[in-house]
């Protein structure tokens, strides 16, 4: 909570300080209706005995008039106070939102993304904002039990007037009683947090079973049990802590309720033997057992300390997840210019490299020359390393050993984001975004996206401009069925679109050029004329092609075979197919296996 509080005046100065003063205005009003209660009652007898026009008559009409306008203001005031607090809260919602946002793309690298601790982060930073309860909730209940509080003390106050002891007595019972349950709902709080992992992994089951996109497996496989099952178990591990602490706060609320019914029978007890005896007037009678119940707004255990619990749960998370990405460990340093680079050649120099907290080795003293303005494919099986090399290249990681080098400089001492807008990509799991087909296009040159001309230039080499102009609203129709008026693509036109994507930011001043398999869902024969295509667009232009399959790359300058870390084998098509090792032996058997399927298709 105090973590909250500290973030309010960085939000809203000005809203802060009106909190504020609503929160003590609020607060002063059940003490004063007390006092006012008191006088009104005590004014009784004297404006009998001498009419309204005598001076207790006049007084008591002075007191009514108080009484009805403190009822009146705090009828209002509660209202007011948490409409004002909710605003505030909604602007730090907003605000932490977006911290988390700039958090987690603040380093240049990716390496924090799959991290699984900060992983683990994001994800409960993620619950500002989202939840039942939200930080909103939060800061409105937060200013509603901040003026109950204040209230109840100044109730307090009224009463020791009364006894002393009286008023300390009860105020320290009732605090005494809303610490314990305080305790317990912290304890809550943290159990349920400290288990990230689990509930993420109950999420994950969960939204199998409820998104469309893995419905169709789960009925043809009958995995629907299986889900289900696989859900309450994670649930149930991620409940054990809350579970198994609630059994220690079982105490708590009998023992509040006995103490707090012990202490007000006294109060009330010893009140009412003072106004027997004469010791007290009924005006006092009235004004101290007024005080007596204010006081109980110190007791905030409801929904409001509900919603301040859970609503600022996430709120330590965000400034925590701010914490983890600015380690050293996730920052990627360098502050040279990339403009112009490569010229030459890019080198990768006894690279080793290993993920984060993982003990093997993915690259072990690889050398690898990608020579400026020529096409470089990279072939190997699956999990040779391919797509990890291209996330060395693009910089996404260091190496954890050796080094790349471009036109002989340190790929680490260049600046990273602007080694990344020297490059163009399009990878295997490329995004489709929901958006526009321009903003799908003209992601690719940020800076130039406004220009229909070279839009459509680009779009036009890619092969996407027959498809842009079928859509209903042309350039401005969304991709996306779940969008009104929006229209989704096949995949094959998803793939121009990217392509028209890449080739508008070479067209922008990107120099690299990257294809980390985008066609492994197509077919060979139309891989290959794909990459065919590709490699005719980009002439001249430094470019890597990743591939598995050896047929479609043959046309590239320079070709390498990635194997156990290493270069195993290198050169053009020709060459390699003369050398008759690793590559022929997989192009042949490739070959052999295509010409299978095709015999068996004609036999079809």
């Not at 403190?70 to 907003?94: D, T």
């Not at 998370?317 to 990627?332: G, I, K, M, P």
């Not at 797509?387 to 290249?393: D, G, H, I, N």
């Not at 690299?512 to 869902?521: H, K, Q, R, S």
Request: charged content about 20%.
């Amino acid at each position: 909570m105090l973590t909250t509080l500290r973030l309010l005046p960085k939000v809203s100065k000005s809203l802060s300080a009106w909190i504020g003063v609503v929160v003590v205005f609020t607060a002063m009003l059940p003490a004063s209706f007390a006092l006012a209660s008191g006088a009104l009652v005590g004014s009784i007898d004297g404006a009998v005995a001498g009419g309204w026009a005598s001076p207790a008559g006049r007084r008591l009409i002075a007191s009514i008039v108080v009484v009805i306008a403190l009822f009146v203001l705090e009828q209002l005031s509660g209202p007011a106070l948490r409409s004002v607090a909710e605003s505030l809260g909604r602007r730090l919602e907003g605000r932490l939102r977006a911290r988390v946002m700039a958090a987690t793309l603040a380093p240049a690298g990716v390496a924090h993304l799959e991290d699984p601790d900060v992983v683990d982060g994001v994800a409960d930073a993620q619950n500002v904002g989202t939840g039942q309860t939200t930080v909103k909730d939060a800061v409105a209940g937060m200013a509603v039990v901040t003026a109950n509080s204040l209230a109840g003390v100044l109730a307090a106050a009224v009463l020791v007037g009364y006894r002393w002891w009286v008023g300390t007595g009860l105020l320290v019972a009732y605090l005494a009683t809303t610490r314990a349950r305080a305790d317990q709902l912290r304890r809550t709080v943290a159990a349920l947090r400290g288990n990230a992992r689990r509930f993420r992994r109950s999420s994950y089951f969960r939204d199998l079973a409820l998104a469309p996109g893995a419905a169709k497996e789960l009925r043809v496989f009958g995995l629907d049990a299986w889900v289900g099952d696989r859900f309450t178990d994670e649930w149930n591990l991620a409940m054990a802590g809350f579970w198994r602490d609630r059994p220690k706060g079982r105490w708590v609320p009998p023992g509040s309720a006995l103490l707090i019914g012990g202490a007000l029978v006294v109060t009330y007890g010893l009140l009412g033997r003072s106004a027997a005896r004469g010791e007290i007037s009924l005006g006092q009678l009235t004004m101290f057992v007024g005080a007596a119940t204010g006081v109980a707004a110190v007791y905030g255990v409801g929904m409001d300390n509900l919603n301040i619990s859970y609503g600022t749960a996430p709120v330590p998370a965000v400034l925590e997840l701010e914490q983890t990405v600015s380690e050293t460990r996730f920052s990627l340093g360098g502050t040279a210019p990339a403009e112009g680079l490569p010229s030459s050649c890019i080198r990768f120099e006894r690279v080793s490299f290993r993920y984060p907290g993982q003990p093997g080795w993915v690259f072990r003293d690889l050398d690898l020359a990608i020579p400026a303005g020529r096409s470089l494919a990279i072939v190997g099986h699956n999990g040779a390393g391919k797509t990890t090399l291209v996330k060395l290249l693009a910089r996404l990681y260091d190496p954890t050993e050796g080094r790349i080098t471009v036109d002989g400089t340190d790929l680490a001492g260049v600046d990273p984001r602007e080694w990344h807008r020297r490059l163009a990509a399009i990878f295997q799991d490329f995004v489709h975004y929901e958006l526009s087909a321009a903003d799908n296009i003209g992601f690719g040159s940020v800076e130039r996206a406004a220009d229909r001309d070279a839009l459509a230039a680009a779009a036009a080499r890619g092969g996407a401009a027959s498809i842009i102009e079928r859509l209903p609203a042309g350039w401005d129709t969304l991709l996306s069925r779940r969008a009104h008026g929006g229209v989704d693509l096949s995949g094959g036109q998803w793939q121009r679109m990217a392509l028209a994507r890449a080739l508008f930011a070479v067209d922008g001043g990107a120099s690299v050029l990257i294809l980390d398999e985008p066609t492994a869902a197509l077919d060979v024969r139309a891989e290959a004329e794909f990459y065919d295509r590709f490699l005719d667009l980009t002439a001249g232009v430094t470019t890597v092609v990743i591939s598995h399959r050896f047929s479609t790359v043959r046309r590239a300058d320079h070709i390498v075979v990635i194997e156990d870390g290493r270069v195993a084998e290198s050169g053009n098509h020709a060459s390699l197919m003369d050398a008759d090792g690793r590559y022929a032996r997989m192009f042949r058997l490739q070959a052999a296996h295509l010409a299978g399927a095709e015999r068996g298709d004609d036999d079809a």
